[in-house]
Structures are given as structure tokens and as C-alpha cells.
């Protein structure tokens, strides 16, 4: 699992079943898909600054799901 330096306490990425995600505490909260960092769902004020750095720190374009 990598962590990231900002956020290393609570920010990963986790390889599951031939995806990788973004981790959040413990729950996925975005997939890398290409070049793409696909949100999953609406989250909490600190769960979204980490996805937004996670995809910055990645060079990803965020994707919100709907």
C-alpha cells in the first residue's frame, strides 16, 4: 500500500481485484482509471481535500460521479 507524504496517516492507495483506489481512512473513495481519478460519491470536507490532493499529487483529472 502507498501513502502519500501529506496526509500519511489517513491517505493511501490500495491494489483490490486489479484496480487501485484511493484510501481514505478505511474506505475507498476514488479509482484511478487512465489518466482519470474517478470519485465515488459525496464525502465529508476532509475526505474531498484528500481526494483533491491525492489527484494533484498523482497528476489525475478528478472525475465526480453522479
Given at each position: ?55 494533484k499529487e498523482l497528476n ?7
Amino acid at each position: 500500500m502507498q501513502k502519500f507524504k501529506k496526509y500519511k496517516e489517513n491517505l493511501s492507495l490500495d491494489y483490490y481485484d486489479g484496480q487501485t483506489f484511493v484510501k481514505s481512512y478505511d474506505t475507498h473513495v476514488a479509482m484511478i482509471d487512465g489518466d482519470k481519478l474517478i470519485q465515488l460519491g459525496w464525502w465529508s470536507v476532509t475526505t474531498q481535500k484528500h481526494i483533491n490532493y491525492a489527484s494533484k499529487e498523482l497528476n489525475l483529472t478528478l472525475v465526480k460521479s453522479n
